[in-house]
């Protein structure tokens, strides 16, 4: 095997009906010592900023080095001893479970603290500290130095050649590019295109240099794992950071409502009550407020910006290890990790619940499949007949290496995950329960109650913890149940309105993700015989299976595509393999024409990359299609946080917008908060003027954001929403208080004049 790479296929036990495990003892896939040594190392530096944010002398240590000190913390302890301890030879498996049980112990722990009301961030900080700095000790001193080295990983692998060293280079004048290409861009100037026609020639050059580096290591003899991982993280960079490395704020608005909440709940110490369903499945939220805490910062700002970049690196370890399994090759699994990417349109990877409930759930599912490649599989004979009566008989047998005690903990460590993702989002853990019951049904775990569990977790959260979800409307929750056109009505008709171009362009979205299916619809069908294939393609249709239980406020569709793309993105790279094998045989050359042939070769990795950057720019379409309305500004930011903190109590706003920015302690938690009103019912639509002359709010606050939404959503003309303005100020009522760039507030002439500085 060359030099930092990893060998091409995987292979796959052969099916044997003996269910007892090897007697050798499997080796961790990370090297032991060191994972130890960073995790302590880790736990010292959170428990030495704990003690300084508790004694008031954290503000020397700048924001960006606690934020990193506390995201470590959260993303290794107490995961990185415990998944070592139990040896899972996986790399991608096992750094999937180190993140996702670190992160489910910070939830949990926030979450069942601020519930009884005895929030205290820091000294729950220091027992994850302390406890995990244990752990590390312990499972030091029990391993002898023999055991530092593992059979599964390589450290030359780090060694650089000059095929990685010019790779390497290329990505870093690619970002360069973006970054040149951040700098001019002028995303306030996006329109019904949305920021394709902003975005310049540098960062089309940028993403280009990305797509040929792809390209050449996807077709490299043996992958570099470390090229494509950068390479990914790159391609992630173009294609959800382009607006926000511009604007300096995240790209997506509702992440100020999730810093709004998170702020209450940090000043609060408790879950508010009925004030928003979204509290009652706080755990993002709670975990969240922890760590502003902990880390001494005023909001959770700073976690905002970049999250796309951080949800979609984590989301490369469950990708690369169900791929894994589904293609059996580690070039197909690599190719799954791109696709995933390329057709992430979704914006559901910013700073929300649904992120972190995505990767709980990915990663559930990998550790299943991997389990499931892994161990002995009775067979349960042949033919359709057959599978369906006797696989819920079946019982897999045990991972080589894992006795029955590790592989109930392995269990356990699931388990913990379930419940973290249970009082973390309201859809993902139905699903869970889908999943797992799909495993169950084909004989394909040996946590054949698991399904159980889960459900009976979440039906014990959703009876006594999300109370003030359900309490008065559960009957309008039950009629949902059923009403699939209703679901699907609310998903995708009833969002193809406004601008009529928008429309058009909604459509670009809507024939990438049918497109994107379709194509892996063919590639399970490609992979028939496979032993993963009815499970994997059953857990991949899972999701769509939702529809019939609500609408989730129009959003289902969606959230069925994004739940299912881990799935879809490996069957989509076995069809793309079979049609280009295809392909190759239709053009009658062989693999050894093709090596001798340079220039077939270079035409061959310019037309890919050609293509690969054609679909990449598509992603750049879709996903940059509602920046004319979702972008946001530091003068919004900074104008809307002082205009809520100084309007007197009791006022009275119309928002020409949902006004995320405006969302903090002042409205969850002052006893008389400004009342806030919106304009997006449509007999306010009808006549803006008389709207606000009628309703004589103390305030009226109006953002790009909001004109964008009038414009294309909701259909507005550019020249009728500035004739409601001059008509509203012309009336003598309205006098302007701030005008700026991105940001106008109109006060009644009664209303006392707010001092509010430019930013």
Request: charged share 15%; with cysteine; proline share 4%.
């Given at each position: 095997m060359s030099v930092g790479t990893d060998p091409e296929t995987v292979p796959i036990p052969v099916p044997d009906r003996e269910s007892r495990p090897a007697d050798r003892t499997p080796r961790f896939g990370w090297p032991l010592r060191p994972t130890l040594a960073a995790a302590a190392a880790v736990a010292l530096a959170v428990l030495l900023l704990d003690l300084l944010v508790a004694a008031d002398a954290h503000t020397g240590i700048p924001e960006p080095i606690r934020v990193a000190v506390v995201l470590a913390g959260a993303l290794l302890l107490p995961g990185a001893p415990i998944v070592a301890a139990l040896r899972i030879p996986g790399r991608a498996v096992g750094a999937g479970l180190v993140i996702a049980l670190s992160l489910a112990a910070t939830i949990l722990a926030a979450q069942f603290t601020i519930v009884p009301e005895w929030w205290h961030p820091l000294r729950t900080q220091a027992i994850l500290a302390v406890s995990s700095l244990v752990l590390c000790v312990l499972l030091w001193r029990r391993h002898s130095p023999a055991d530092v080295t593992s059979a599964a990983f390589d450290v030359r692998a780090l060694v650089p050649s000059r095929a990685r060293a010019v790779s390497l280079a290329t990505l870093t004048a690619a970002l360069a590019l973006f970054v040149v290409a951040a700098r001019s861009l002028d995303f306030t100037a996006a329109r019904e295109f949305g920021i394709v026609t902003e975005i310049g020639a540098a960062y089309v050059a940028g993403l280009a240099l990305v797509s040929v580096t792809i390209v050449v290591a996807l077709s490299s003899r043996v992958v570099d794992r470390v090229v494509m991982t950068a390479s990914v993280l790159v391609l992630v960079t173009f294609t959800t950071l382009l607006v926000s490395a511009s604007s300096g704020e995240t790209s997506v608005p509702t992440a100020f409502v999730h810093r709004g909440f998170i702020s209450a709940l940090v000043e609060s110490g408790m879950l508010p009550p009925a004030i928003d369903a979204r509290f009652s499945w706080a755990g993002f939220f709670s975990g969240s407020a922890h760590l502003v805490s902990a880390a001494g910062l005023p909001d959770a700002h700073a976690f905002m910006t970049y999250a796309p970049l951080f949800f979609n690196a984590l989301m490369i370890f469950p990708l690369y290890a169900i791929a894994l399994v589904i293609t059996g090759r580690v070039r197909l699994a690599w190719l799954s990790v791109v696709l995933y990417q390329l057709f992430n349109w979704y914006q559901q990877d910013y700073f929300a619940p649904q992120a972190v409930a995505l990767f709980f759930y990915s990663t559930i599912v990998a550790t299943l499949l991997w389990q499931l490649r892994s161990a002995p599989l009775p067979s349960v004979g042949t033919g359709l007949k057959a599978t369906i009566l006797r696989s819920p008989r079946r019982t897999p047998g045990l991972v080589p290496g894992f006795g029955k005690g590790r592989t109930l903990a392995v269990g356990a460590v699931l388990l913990v995950i379930v419940f973290a993702n249970t009082v973390t989002h309201q859809i993902t853990p139905m699903l869970v329960v889908i999943a797992l019951a799909v495993f169950s049904y084909f004989g394909a775990t040996r946590y054949r109650t698991m399904w159980l569990a889960a459900g009976l977790v979440f039906a014990a959260w959703f009876s006594y913890g999300a109370t003030d979800y359900w309490m008065g409307h559960l009957q309008s929750i039950f009629d949902e149940i059923g009403q699939i056109g209703n679901s699907v009505g609310r998903g995708v008709s009833d969002r193809i309105t406004g601008d009529p171009t928008y429309q058009q362009m909604q459509y670009l979205r809507m024939g990438a993700s049918g497109v994107f299916a379709l194509v892996a619809f063919a590639g399970w069908?490609?992979?028939?015989?496979?032993?993963?294939?009815?499970?994997?393609?059953?857990?991949?249709?899972?999701?769509?299976?939702?529809?019939?239980?609500?609408?989730?406020?129009?959003?289902?569709?969606?959230?069925?595509?994004?739940?299912?793309?881990?799935?879809?993105?490996?069957?989509?790279?076995?069809?793309?393999?079979?049609?280009?094998?295809?392909?190759?045989?239709?053009?009658?050359?062989?693999?050894?024409?093709?090596?001798?042939?340079?220039?077939?070769?270079?035409?061959?990795?310019?037309?890919?990359?050609?293509?690969?950057?054609?679909?990449?720019?598509?992603?750049?379409?879709?996903?940059?299609?509602?920046?004319?309305?979702?972008?946001?500004?530091?003068?919004?930011?900074?104008?809307?946080?002082?205009?809520?903190?100084?309007?007197?109590?009791?006022?009275?706003?119309?928002?020409?917008?949902?006004a995320p920015h405006t969302v903090g302690v002042r409205r969850l938690l002052d006893p008389s908060p400004p009342r806030m009103f919106f304009i997006d019912s449509y007999p306010c639509l009808g006549n803006l003027t008389n709207c606000a002359l009628d309703r004589e709010p103390s305030y009226i606050y109006i953002t790009a954001q909001g004109i964008g939404m009038l414009r294309y959503q909701y259909g507005q003309s550019e020249q009728g929403l500035t004739e409601h303005l001059d008509a509203i100020t012309a009336s003598g009522r309205y006098l302007p208080m701030y005008e700026g760039s991105t940001v106008l507030i109109l006060r009644r002439f009664d209303s006392p004049s707010l001092r509010i500085e430019e930013s």
């Open positions: 069908l490609l992979s028939r015989g496979r032993r993963t294939w009815l499970v994997a393609g059953f857990v991949c249709a899972a999701p769509f299976s939702l529809v019939v239980l609500q609408s989730y406020g129009g959003e289902m569709i969606i959230r069925c595509f994004v739940l299912a793309s881990p799935v879809l993105a490996p069957f989509a790279a076995i069809a793309l393999a079979a049609a280009a094998h295809r392909v190759r045989r239709l053009a009658g050359s062989s693999s050894q024409r093709r090596r001798r042939s340079g220039p077939s070769r270079y035409a061959r990795t310019a037309a890919l990359s050609l293509a690969l950057l054609a679909v990449a720019m598509l992603l750049t379409v879709n996903r940059g299609l509602n920046t004319a309305f979702e972008a946001s500004t530091g003068e919004q930011v900074s104008v809307s946080d002082q205009f809520v903190a100084e309007v007197p109590p009791g006022s009275s706003i119309m928002s020409w917008s949902h």
